[in-house]
């Protein structure tokens, strides 16, 4: 960076008798001023050890004094080749998944390019952001802990080891996911805290209560063995029925609740069904519950159903329904699973700490900072085994060029050996 210069002050003029020599004095004055740059073209000015060290153009050797040759005083500033600077990345994208965050961006085609810095911070505050590694190729994944927020930062570092400037001030942001056990038992404890867990799962007195309680189905029962002394079944039910008519339409609400007991066997069922007839077109459905006294069961027959949260004004844009069954399909806004099997899947975006695959098929483009296999084969143009062992073969002519570890062979399109590096005798 440069300094300030201090202003010099102007020559004087000669003051003196002798016209020769004023006339000597004149001339070095005219000329000292053309090399301060006081007068005449700026390319006449002289630059002196003093302006390139303010300019970082050299620097001075550890040492130097005023009576060292200038030539061994100074150094350069920058590498042989000159320093190289890169510009700002950009369109960092950040994808987290459960104990890491996989970055992505753009900018690595820049001239001068060597290698991306990632920079991260618990806070969108990038004087607190601390360095994590770096990447060659424009992807990276950060090793981070579950359910945590992060900001991240990169910058470009150039061929001489210059680095850039950050892509943003502003962080971009990436929350991990939280296990989906940990919320499955931190969600179970809840539930089971929670009042309605304890009132479904409270016993219903009047079931196997004391033939002493009032309406019990013991005390039921026994009025009716009263009554009816070979008795060994009970059964009671309510149906309710609200309909409307108009000509040929009809609409009708039936709510039906039954209870059976019959010898070792019961039964229980609640269920709520509609019924519409418009034209001559019939539409039922309904929902229900029912125990065979050893599951209970739970069963919606509709067209389309749905779940929302309380207070959620969901005919807002940003708004959309967690869980949605429409025309046969099921629709999951977000979902945590910690296990899933899937048949086939079609899937815009992932982001996964680990694949496993039997055979991985990629259409476009593949970008990967480490790739690490058995053996390596690219249309049987370029292939390297397990032992490292590489042949690279061209698309036209049939030529190749094997490298294996001791040696380089390399053939013409007719497999003649045209040239051999390293150990000759292999």
Known sequence: MSKTKTRKPPLPAARTADQGLK?????????????????????DRVVTVGDLVDSEVVKLRDGWSDRSPTESAIEPTADEGGETSVGALDSLQTSPVFEEVILTWDGTNQENYALTEIWRSTEDNLGTAVFRGTAIAAVFADNATPGETYYYWIRAVSDSGQPGSFNATAGTKATTKQRSQFLLDELSGQITESELYQDLNDRIDLVDGPESLTGSV??????????RQNAD????SDVSTVQANVDDNTA???QRSEVKVDGGEVSAQYDLRLQTTVDGQLVMGGFGLASDGSSVEAGFNVDRFWIGQPGVDYSQESKRFPFLVDGGVTYIDEAMIREASIGSAQIAELAAEKINAGTIDVAVNLTAAEITGGSLDINNKFTVDSSGNADI??????????IKNDVVKVFDGNGTLRVQLGNLNA
Request: no cysteine; glycine share 10%.
């Open 23 to 43: 006339h000597l004095l004149d001339g070095a004055r005219e000329q000292l001023m053309r090399w301060r740059g006081d007068t005449g073209s700026l390319r």
């Open 218 to 227: 013991n005390a039921r029962v026994a009025t009716e063995k009263t009554e």
């Open 252 to 254: 009708a609400i039936q």
């Open 393 to 402: 073969r061209s698309g036209t002519s049939g030529a190749r060029m094997e």
């Open 233 to 236: 079944d009970a059964l009671a």
